[in-house]
């Protein structure tokens, strides 16, 4: 099966300013070309850059798929994963002997637009949240990132078998740290809980994984939706600037941030319901607030409750 070319690639922004420069209709096969993308990959990153839906919509006419775009909703919020934001913050924080008109018009937009600039703020005096992992266990995620950033091979061993892997993700998935990684025969994704784990090693290698940053996220959901392990989790945020709104080593299903009416932050993201993720809430105390879903807001209260009956 063909793989879809990852959206997050050293050409996306040549990507993102054809779609910013689009304004109404234009046939699929064209805005593809357009962005050196067959017809199917472009409706792949077109999926990522508008992650709500608002903004394009995708429709079949005489014989042909047509794209209607509004480029204004890329104006407002940017589709950045939580490190990508990092590295932006970072960009605009430095000093630059010489600054571009470009980068200048760029700081004075997202330092006045609303949920960009808070997001900076966020960025600005970031808290970091802990996990509670063994030596052993941060050990282990420590070479697995190192080896997911450099796409290299990992030899995991179990007490009972041996995996030669490209590790992809460290995440929280069906309630343990988990690593997701490609087979490096079949190229299939699985799931390595890290307390199975007994050993990780790197291997030398001239290949390359060949799952996309979107392949896996996809994959993650599938596994989620298969076990109902999944809530989309809408909290306010009270102060911004005093917490850390993107979890360690959590999948977060189409984030966003938006203010409402009243100019209040509001964070939402599909999540997988775990006690990692209660821990993180707890970690983030009076500053933010649990709108929705309700049935996710008893459980973590329940949790809340057991946690302080075995502290006592």
Known sequence: MKKSQPAH??????????????????RLRDLGSEMGLSEEDSLSFIRQAFPQGGGVEVYFQSDENWVDIDASALQYMLPLSPGEWTELHKLLSARHTTSS?????????????????????????????????????????????GLTSEKKIAKIKTDSKIYTVFPCKVIHIEGELSVIAEDTVD??????????????????????????????????????????????????????????????????????????????????????????????????????????????????LTYCEEKLKNVA
């Open 101 to 145: 008109p470009g980068l200048m018009s760029l700081k004075r937009k997202i330092m006045s637009n609303g949920p960009v600039k808070a997001i900076m703020k966020i960025l600005g005096s970031l808290e970091v949240w802990s996990e509670e992992l063994t030596s052993r266990e941060q050990n282990f995620v420590s070479i697995l990132e």
């Open 187 to 300: 190229h299939c994704l699985s799931v390595l809980p890290m307390k199975i784990i007994s050993e990780v090693e790197a291997i030398s290698t001239t290949s390359s994984p060949r799952m996309t940053e979107f392949e896996i996220e996809e994959f993650i959901s599938a596994i989620r939706g298969m076990n109902e392990k999944e809530a989309r989790l809408i909290l306010k945020i009270h102060d911004p600037v005093a917490v850390n709104l993107f979890p360690l080593h959590h999948f977060l299903g189409k984030p966003c941030m938006i203010t409402n009416p009243n100019g209040d932050l509001i964070w939402a993201a599909y999540v997988e319901p775990c006690p990692a993720l209660y821990d993180w809430l707890i970690s983030l105390g009076k500053h933010v607030e649990i709108l929705d879903p309700l049935n996710f807001k008893q459980e973590y």
């Open 9 to 26: 690639d050293p050409k996306m922004w040549n990507k993102l300013m054809v779609l910013g420069q689009k304004q109404g209709s234009i």
